[in-house]
Structure formats: C-alpha cells, structure tokens
C-alpha cells in the first residue's frame, strides 16, 4: 500500500458523476460512442474513483478508436492512466483501468493485484480476479476474490449476484439464499431482476412458474433486460397456446423488429385456432391448420405434435395418431406425449412393452455411430477417448470460458 498518502476508495459515483454517466450512456446507445467517451471523461473528472465511468470510458473510447475489435488497443489511454498512476499512486482505480486495456488475463491480473497493493478493499480489482479465476476453472479463488468484492463494497448489487452465482453448482442452497438477498436488498434494480432470473431458471414448476410470473410483474420486460430474458424461457415452458400467444404479443412490442417474436405469434395463432376446430369437432380443418404450420421445437413441439395426433383419432384415423407420436417421443421424450402415447396404443391393443419397442426401433433405425476421439484430460490427467465409455450413455459439453 501506498505510504504518506491516503488512500482512495472505490466509488460508486457521486450524484452529479452519476448524472453525467447516465447521459453517456444515452449517448453510447444511440451509437454516439465519441461524445458518450467525452461525457465519461467528465464523469471522471467529477469523480476520479467512480469505477463504472473508468470502466464505460475505455469501452466507449474502443468503439470510437478500434471500431470492430473486442481486444482493447488504445496506447493512448495506456499512455493517459500511466501518467495519472503515477501522478496519484494513491488512486488504486488507475491501476485497475490499466488491467482493463490488456486482454492477456495474466497481464491484466499484474494491475488488478498492483490496484490491491494500494486498497486490499478494492471491490473491482477483486471482481475481475475473479472473473479471470473462473476462466482458468479456479473456482475456489473465484468465490474467494467475490466474497472480498461484496466486502469491499456491499452497496453494489452486481458483485452480490455474481458471489451467488458462484455457488449454483456447489451449493444450491447458498445460491439461493445469497441470490434472494439481493431482491430484499435492491429490489427495484437491474441486479434484483437478475438475481430472480437466476433463481426461477434454477427451480422447478409449481415455484418455477410463479417467480417467471413475480418476474414479469415487478420487473417489466420492456424496462428489465433479465425480466426480457425470463419471458424467452417462460415462453418455452407454457403449454397453451393462449398463454404463448400472450406472452408472444408482448414481448413483440418489447422487440417490434424481432422477426422470432413476430413467428411465434402467427405460429401460436394457428394452434390455438386448431385446438378450437378439435374442441369443436372440426378435426379435419384442424388437420388443414396445422399442416400449414411449420412444427415448432421444444414444448411447443410437443402441444403441436399432441394436437396433431388428437385431430387424427377424432377423425378416426388411431394408427394415424399413435405413428406420428411414436416418432415425435422417439425424438424428444416429453411427459404428455407419453401419456397420449400410452393411450393411442391401448386402443390399438398394444401393451406398455410393444409401445416401448416401437420406440426404440425407431431410435436404433435412425441411431449413427459418434466420431470417435481422444481428448487431453484436465490437470495433466491420462487422456480421455471416446472408446473408454463404450456401451455407457455420455454427455458432451462444450465450454469455451470467453
């Protein structure tokens, strides 16, 4: 730590600086990224602490000097915060500026550390340790540096969010409760809304549905970017076409360019319209409906696949019914087409056993051999090949930290 001088603690923006970053990024939004950088610039000058302008000032400046590059390559700003760093070593927030103009996370790490040198309490600096921590899939030191970032500066939601997140995987119920602590604490800020996101995409209906619902409520889609976020996934997981419709219509006033919103809409029009000809009787002009309609993927795959096949026993074609649910199980498995399935196939005469087989000839008929490969094993481990998990079922998943 600096000796002689006190030191400068991180700043979440003194009222006037925040006033000039909110008309900066007015600006960077309108795609004014030359004046949004100067007004950031005056933030600065109106608090040199405040970490946010420091931080929306090297961005901004990026778009106007490196437009199209997502690696920072500014020498001059390089050039300005090593002269102010070395102007006012007591200013921890230079220090961090300068990790931030290097994309190399070791690099960058040299000035985060430089910036704790200086404040071991300095929120951001730990921040982004922690998000190059993570990177590296060093997950202890991760929690470790989010932990002195809430510390360092628990009025800032963001590193909160981030600290539950941490524990997702590891430990659900302190995720939760962690997650939950930022909607009592800020509840009417961006970080509450993500924090509620996090924690619906991580339950189960009933709970599941009735956070989407809290989410949609107290957050609006048009005002909260997670709020908009919750209602891609809220959409999936409604199984009338009334309420995809609904959610549909709103959202594409949220997004009216959206061409996938503007989809759906037409998409769920035309099921409701053939789960009313069903209601009615109607089952061939249902069948005429929905053969115009392009099939959609997920749930509502699974509400068309099922409107489909009940249209086709109304009209008294069972065999009809049950082939076309057979390959749309065989493909994605789904609660309510099983049942159906189940159904269809006693009224073919066919037992739980023979509906099972006809599945499972469908999946082996259209099964392929993987692509055999060895991959190099995490931490200098024996290699991993494909051929080692022969006859065991195997998940891939492919990460790319970035």
Known sequence: MATGLAVASESNGTPAARVLAAQAETLARSGKAAEAAALFRKAIEADPDYVDAHQRYIETTQRVENPGSRTPSLPRLKEQYTRWAREQPNRAVYQLALGLLFPEANTADEYFNAALKIDPSFARAHFLLAKNADQRGDWEGQRQHLKAAVDGNPAEPRYLVKYAQAFKRTDPARFRELALSVVDKFPSTPSAAEALYYVANAASNPERRMLFERLHAVYPPDKFPYSATAMYDFYEDVTTPAEAL?????????????????????????????????????????????????????????????????AAAGAGRIEEAYASLVESVAAVPDERMESALQKYGAALHKTTADVTADIWRIRDGKAKPATAFELEADRGKTPVSLADYRGRVVLLAFWFPG
């Not at 709103?250 to 759906?264: D, Q």
């Not at 749930?299 to 696949?305: E, L, R, S, V």
Request: net charge positive.
């Open 246 to 310: 609904a959610i549909a219509q709103e959202m594409a006033k949220v997004y009216p360019t959206s061409k996938t919103w503007e989809r759906r809409i037409a998409l769920q029009r035309a099921m409701g319209q053939a789960a009313a000809l069903v209601t009615q009787r109607r089952f061939g002009d249902a069948l005429d409906v929905l053969a115009r309609t392009e099939r959609p993927s997920g749930t509502h795959g699974a509400t068309w696949a099922l409107l489909k096949a009940d």
